[in-house]
């Protein structure tokens, strides 16, 4: 599954190896493979948050 950030400054980051996008209290990690974090992104600087599935 990959994973597409859209900040609110506009900047995209894509995470093509993401395994899953968890809602944590004021933030969203990107868990990739084995359980790694690829990602840690506090909700308020996310305009728009895709994925492939």
């Known amino acids: 599954m990959a994973v597409a950030i859209e900040d609110?400054?506009?900047n995209?980051?894509?995470y093509d190896t993401a395994v899953k996008v968890?809602?944590?209290g004021e933030q969203y990690v990107v868990h990739g493979p084995d359980?790694?974090?690829q990602a840690i992104i506090p909700k308020?600087?996310?305009k728009k948050l895709?994925?492939?599935n």
């Open 8 to 10: 609110t400054e506009g």
């Open 50 to 52: 895709v994925t492939d």
């Open 22 to 24: 968890v809602e944590q």
């Open 44 to 46: 308020d600087e996310v």
């Open 35 to 37: 359980n790694t974090i």
């Open 12 to 14: 995209t980051q894509i």
